[in-house]
């Protein structure tokens, strides 16, 4: 079992940035593979992205060029660096590894 702590969300205007940070612990071998989702009110979770425990990393598209994933100096601790938000990034999100997650952040983006 893997324990994730999401932290960095919050309130910023259309065009903002925020990073989200993601601390894993656990004994698990999945506790490298972290993923970003985020989640809109009533809807299920949707994948943004993902750094395998070989640093490879995954985007789906709607995030591309605005999301980096990153790893920390600690391997257990991943990034999400969201640039040029928009109101339609208004969501919950939430970090993965394997079959547990966070409790999420919400962000907001709003003039």
């Known amino acids: 079992q893997v324990t994730l702590a999401e932290s960095g969300g919050g309130f910023v205007q259309p065009g903002g940035s925020l990073r989200l940070s993601c601390v894993a612990a656990?004994?698990?071998?999945?506790?490298?593979?972290i993923a970003w989702y985020r989640q809109y009110p009533g809807e299920r979770r949707e994948l943004l992205a993902y750094i395998g425990h070989d640093d490879f990393i995954y985007y789906v598209d709607s995030v591309k060029g605005r999301f980096t994933i990153s790893r920390g100096n600690a391997k257990n601790v991943v990034y999400l660096q969201m640039n040029n938000l928009t109101p339609e990034d208004t969501a919950v999100y939430y970090c993965n590894s394997g079959h547990d997650w966070g409790q999420g952040t919400q962000v907001t983006v709003s003039s």
């Open positions: 656990g004994s698990s071998p999945s506790i490298y593979t």
